[in-house]
């Protein structure tokens, strides 16, 4: 804030002394001579500016009018650029009026210091049609001053707001870097691949050609863990193949307690989702379904389209629990569905049937 408010004041005084060597400039070019009272009433304009400008920043601030402005806050804007405008130039013709800074007429006689005097003179030599005349004159020159001013201010703040959007961008692409780190370490569960190598273990001496397999499924889910972060999106046939592989090593484990169901639409295959993500659920599904539950647990793989969108779901055996602690899991999936597609997936988990849980994903197709 301190910062701010040095540039302010620098650009302030920058910008007056700039305008009053302008005018002294082309004072000095058409007229070729410079009065004193000339000096006077361009040291009054400055300093008159300063003032009040400084007074129009503060009114701004208050108001909260500073960019990005509320399109239907604009008017506010136009009201405190009229009404400074109108006081610089009562102010203005006031004090040259006051300290007779204008070439006296008739019997206006000079006194000998133009800024000492007595009400009484300034009663006798005030003129009103001089005074009005000069006071439209003024207000019609010194607007366009201070609309040039608040315009530079409001693009100074404008820029300056752009630029901090645009570091916020990269603090969130940051975030977002962070976020999918995170769902890597979500999505390599430990005890998942520990479980797996067990499996796997048993199967060397009892079934050797399963046991190659289920190395090959292992590395394919590795292998795509590890590629999730090079990749934004990936086709809905690649996922279904890690699902696959991911339920196949889950089936070694579990055998008759898990039965696995797919109805996918064929012409969804081709269609993008964030990668690793059907696989979340369907982890979600494994662990609240067979984990949590006993018995016999179904997984139903749902793809299809919904309203020009592309609809999956993933539904299990069991009875939704903690529905406000998903686990880091689901609301990773959430977090990068909002990045991705700002609001236009939906992501929801419910109770479809009293034994059965539905998790929902519904993507827009681009």
């Known amino acids: ?15 007056w002394a700039s305008y009053a060597l302008t005018i002294v400039f082309f004072a000095y070019v058409l007229e070729k001579q410079l009065s004193s009272i000339f000096v006077k ?8 500016g300063i003032l009040l400008t400084s007074l ?10 500073r960019p990005p402005t509320p399109s239907k806050q604009w008017w506010k804007i136009l009201v405190l650029l009229l009404f400074f405008s109108f006081v610089y130039s009562f102010l203005s013709d006031s004090l040259i009026e006051i300290f007779r800074l204008y070439e006296p007429r008739g019997a206006v006689k000079p006194v000998k210091n133009d800024f000492v005097f007595s009400f009484t003179e300034i009663a006798k030599n005030w003129d009103s049609t001089r005074v009005g005349k000069r006071f439209l004159f003024g207000l019609i020159f010194d607007t366009p001053i201070f609309f040039v001013w608040i315009s530079i201010y409001i693009l100074w703040h404008y820029i300056e707001f752009t630029n901090s959007e ?3 961008k990269v603090k969130l692409e940051t975030l977002i870097k962070e976020l999918e780190l995170k769902t ?5 569960n430990p005890h998942f691949i520990f479980n797996a190598l067990n499996s796997i273990r048993a199967l060397v001496d009892e079934d050797p050609q399963r046991a190659r397999q289920a190395i090959t499924e292992l590395s394919n889910i590795l292998r795509s863990s590890i590629q999730v972060d090079k990749v934004e ?3 809905l046939e690649k996922e279904l193949a890690i699902v696959k592989d991911y339920l196949a090593l889950e089936y070694i484990r579990f055998a008759d307690r898990l039965q696995i ?11 993008q989702l964030p990668p690793m993500m059907l696989q979340t659920l369907v982890e979600n599904a494994i662990k609240h379904g067979l984990g949590k539950q006993p018995g016999n647990c179904i997984i139903k793989i749902v793809s299809k389209f919904e309203d020009q969108k592309l ?3 993933v539904v299990n055996t069991g009875v939704l629990q903690n529905t406000d602690n998903d686990g880091f899991g689901l609301q990773s999936t959430r977090e990068r569905l909002n990045i991705l597609y700002r609001g236009e997936a939906l992501f929801e988990i419910y109770q479809c049937e009293p034994t059965q849980v539905t998790a929902k994903l519904v993507i827009p197709i681009h």
């Open 1 to 15: 804030m301190k910062k701010n408010s040095r540039i302010f004041w620098i650009c302030q005084i920058a910008g």
């Open 41 to 48: 009433r361009i040291i009054i304009s400055v300093l008159l």
């Open 56 to 65: 129009l920043r503060h009114s701004i601030i208050k108001n909260q009018l």
């Open 166 to 168: 645009a570091i916020n």
């Open 184 to 188: 890597i370490k979500s999505q390599i």
């Open 233 to 235: 999106v990936t086709s």
């Open 261 to 271: 169901v797919y109805e996918i639409d064929e012409n969804t295959l081709h269609n």
């Open 311 to 313: 609809a999956l779901k």
